[in-house]
């Protein structure tokens, strides 16, 4: 270990750092692309500044890892699907839809021309329900009287 740090020179880096890049090609979880470009980083600033010791080198990539890991899930944060639908799911909070079905306890109300899971008590089939909240893709609904 102690012949790999006397050894370390700013081609490690960019190599660590290209090779987390490419696993992020493959892995697609954005995490190890800012680690990847903090080690290009320090490659960068080593091989502009050669003398800087082993421990300033490390130092930099594990502060450059954690900021640029923190602001870019603060500024670019990643949306999926399934938080695209919560959202537009969230927009249903407090209409009224009809119970299209109930099968073992879980009721589906028509939005639109799609069926959509409801849990509630007491559902049954054309009965108006109003959604209260949404867990999931699923509405939390109460039946309206």
Partial sequence: ?????????YMHWLVLGLALVIIELFVWSVFLLWIGASAITVSVI???????????????????????????KKYFPVKTVDDQLHDKAKLHIGKEYKVASVENG???????????????????????????DVESSTFIVKPIK
């Fill in 1 to 9: 270990m102690e012949l790999l740090f006397e050894n370390l020179n």
């Fill in 46 to 72: 080593y091989y502009l500044f050669p003398d800087v010791s082993i421990a300033l080198q490390i130092l930099t990539f594990v502060l450059l890892s954690i900021l640029t890991t923190f602001l870019a």
């Fill in 106 to 132: 879980i009721g589906k109300i028509q939005i639109g021309e799609s069926l959509w899971f409801a849990k509630g008590s007491d559902l049954s089939i054309g009965q108006m329900v109003k959604i209260l």
